[in-house]
C-alpha cells in the first residue's frame, strides 16, 4: 500500500503462474501459494478474466492487452483465461468475481463460465472467510448492486453465501421485491456520489428477512442474534458490524412513527435514517427532510477510568 495524501494505491509486482508440481494446493485444488515474481505476460496469464488482464502504460497511453479483453469488452462478454473448472477450484471466490464484472460492466458471461460457476459454486463453503464478506462489500459499493444479487440469486449463488436471504426471496415473501427496490435506491445513492457505510448497505441487503424474523418476537433481541448468528459465522461479520446492524434496524420502527426523541442524539442516527430513506425511496413514499440530511453525531468515547489509590501501610 503506498500513501498519497488521503489515497491509498495498491501496488503489486508482476507474477508468474508456477507448474503444477510447484504449485502449493489442498486436497479441492485450491491455490494456497503461488507468489513468484514474472513478467508482464506471465502476470496477465494468472489473471482471472480476460478483461481484468488488461495494462496501460502512462507513458504512450497505449493498452497493452494479451488476451483479447478489448474485444470481449466490445462483444459484452465476460471470458476467463485458462479452463473455468480449474480457474473456479483454484480459487472459489472467482465465482463472486464474475458476478461482480457482468453487474458492474454489463457483460453477459460466457456459456463454459456458467456452467462452471453452477457446477462448482458449492466450492465457495472452502473459500476465506473474510474473502468472502469483502466480495459482498464490492457487490453491494459497486453501483450495480440491484443486478449483482439478482445474477447470484439467479444462478444459486446467493443460496451459498446467504441462504436466509436467498430462501426469503425463493418464498416470494410479501415484500421480498422491496429488496430489489432497496438495492437499486442503494444503487442510485452512491451514482449520486451519497456516502454509504457497510452498515447501512449490509442493513438494506438484509432488512426483509431480518423484519420477518424480528416480527412478532417477543425479545428482539435474542431473534436478531438468531437470525445473525449463522450469518456472521458463515461470512465472518465483525461483531461491531453486527452490533450497528441491530442498532440501525432496531430503530426503524421508532422512525417509522415519527417519534425520534432522543435517538437523533445517537451516534448511529444518521445511518438508520440513511437506511429509513433508502426504504422510503423503494416503497415509493416521500423521504421525511430529517432523512435527506440527518445531523451526524460523533461516537461517544469511552469514559477513562480512574486508577484507585492504594494506601501505604
Known amino acids: 500500500h503506498v500513501m498519497s495524501g488521503q489515497e491509498t494505491i495498491e501496488v503489486s509486482t508482476f507474477r508468474a503462474m508456477q507448474d503444477a508440481e510447484s504449485t502449493e494446493t489442498d486436497e479441492h485444488g485450491r491455490v494456497l501459494r503461488d507468489n513468484v515474481f514474472g513478467s508482464m505476460a506471465e502476470d496477465a496469464t494468472r489473471r482471472d478474466f480476460t478483461v481484468n488482464a488488461l495494462y496501460y502504460n502512462p507513458t504512450d497511453e497505449t493498452v497493452i492487452d494479451y488476451h483479447h479483453g478489448v474485444a470481449d469488452l466490445q462483444q459484452k462478454t465476460l471470458r476467463m483465461i485458462g479452463d473455468p473448472i480449474v480457474r473456479f477450484r483454484e480459487d472459489p471466490v472467482r465465482i463472486l468475481r464474475a458476478i461482480k464484472f457482468s453487474a458492474r460492466l454489463d457483460l453477459g458471461i460466457a456459456e463454459d463460465v456458467l ?68 438495492l437499486g435506491a442503494l444503487d442510485a445513492q452512491i451514482a449520486a456520489g451519497e456516502t454509504v457505510t457497510e452498515a447501512v448497505m449490509v442493513s438494506a441487503l438484509l432488512l426483509g428477512p431480518l423484519n420477518e424474523a424480528l416480527d412478532g418476537a417477543r425479545n428482539q433481541a435474542a431473534a436478531f442474534e438468531w437470525f445473525m448468528e449463522e450469518v456472521s459465522e458463515r461470512i465472518a461479520m465483525p461483531r461491531r458490524l453486527k452490533d450497528r446492524i441491530r442498532l440501525i434496524i432496531g430503530s426503524q420502527g421508532r422512525l417509522r412513527s415519527g417519534k425520534l426523541g432522543s435517538i437523533q442524539t445517537r451516534d448511529f442516527f444518521a445511518e438508520a435514517a440513511q437506511l429509513y430513506a433508502l426504504d422510503c425511496a423503494a416503497r415509493q413514499q416521500p423521504v421525511p427532510d430529517w432523512a435527506i440530511d ?19 501501610n
Open 115 to 182: 456452467d462452471a460457476i453452477q457446477a462448482y459454486r458449492g466450492e465457495l463453503a472452502r473459500a476465506a472467510k473474510p474473502r468472502i464478506l469483502e466480495e459482498i462489500f464490492r457487490l453491494l459499493r459497486g453501483g450495480a448492486a440491484h443486478r449483482s444479487f439478482y445474477l447470484a440469486w439467479d444462478l444459486g449463488v446467493l443460496a451459498e453465501i446467504l441462504p436466509e436471504l436467498a430462501g426469503y426471496l425463493d418464498d416470494r415473501a410479501p415484500d421480498a421485491d422491496l429488496t430489489w427496490l432497496r
Open 294 to 312: 440527518p445531523p451526524y453525531v460523533a461516537p461517544e468515547e469511552e469514559p477513562t477510568r480512574r486508577r484507585r489509590r492504594r494506601r501505604r
